[in-house]
Nanobody, 128 residues
Framework: QLQLVESGGGLVQPGGSLRFSCAAS????????IGWFRQAPGKEREGVSC????????NYADSVKGRFTISRDNAKNTVYLQMNSLKPEDTAVYYC?????????????????????WGPGTQATVSS
């Protein structure tokens, strides 16, 4: 299993941008599907975006489509989440997680059980 660490969180005004990184250590990073999830205070964790092994597939939650972009650099064992046009409702702890892809080559946000390793999370706060 991979070990994952998120970075890039912080405080930003509405309409601003943040870029998260998810750095992985371990073997065969490019065989894993990677997802970003978030949990706001008092709410359940939800899927935000995910990406396939060689960026062949991506998925986004409807709430972030057109504003967030996921990408990966397998040479650097890193996945990125570029978040633009941020809204207060994007405030949450953001987690990256890895799916070994045993069940599908396509990433999914709907089956958290497929994601076996999780990072500790990074906070994003969108507020004026």
């Amino acid at each position: 299993q991979l070990q994952l660490v998120e970075s890039g969180g912080g405080l930003v005004q509405p309409g601003g941008s943040l870029r998260f990184s998810c750095a992985a250590s371990g073997f065969s990073f490019d065989t894993y599907l990677i997802g970003w999830f978030r949990q706001a205070p008092g709410k359940e964790r939800e899927g935000v975006s995910c990406i396939g092994r060689r960026s062949n597939s991506t998925n986004y939650a409807d709430s972030v489509k057109g504003r967030f972009t996921i990408s990966r650099d397998n040479a650097k064992n890193t996945v990125y989440l570029q978040m633009n046009s941020l809204k207060p409702e994007d405030t949450a702890v953001y987690y990256c997680a890895s799916d070994p892809g045993w069940y599908s080559n396509l990433c999914t946000l709907n089956i958290e059980a497929r994601y076996g390793s999780w990072g500790p999370g990074t906070q994003a706060t969108v507020s004026s």
